[in-house]
């Protein structure tokens, strides 16, 4: 079992900036992989984006250039930096380990 917990949610006025971070605990693999999801009021979960080991990111179109992932050495967090942030980017963040494992997830609000 994996165990992830997030921070750094809150409300925010667009074009402004948030930082997400979740960390893993439990039975961790030294290669895996964490990311980041997020579902709107009334939407389906989508995927944000994603790293891999230490080097391979995945990034969703509608946050490229403005969001970046990253993660410790350890390997055991995974961070998410959002910049210029818009009022559609409105909703719960929940981070991802190896895609089995949930974090419970974290409310970013931005409004107009």
């Known amino acids: 079992q994996v165990q992830l917990v997030e921070s750094g949610g809150g409300s925010v006025q667009a074009g402004g900036s948030l930082r997400l971070s979740c960390k893993a605990s439990g039975n961790i693999f030294s290669v895996n992989g964490m990311g980041w999801y997020r579902q709107a009021p009334g939407k389906q979960r989508e995927f944000v984006a994603r790293i891999v080991g230490g080097a391979l990111i995945n990034i969703a179109d509608s946050v490229k250039g403005r969001f970046t992932i990253s993660r410790d050495s350890a390997k055991i967090a995974v961070y998410l930096q959002m910049n210029s942030l818009k009022p559609e980017d409105t909703a719960i963040y929940y981070c991802?380990?190896?895609?089995?494992?949930w974090g419970q997830g974290t409310q970013v609000t931005v409004s107009s």
């Open positions: 991802n380990y190896n895609i089995q494992f």
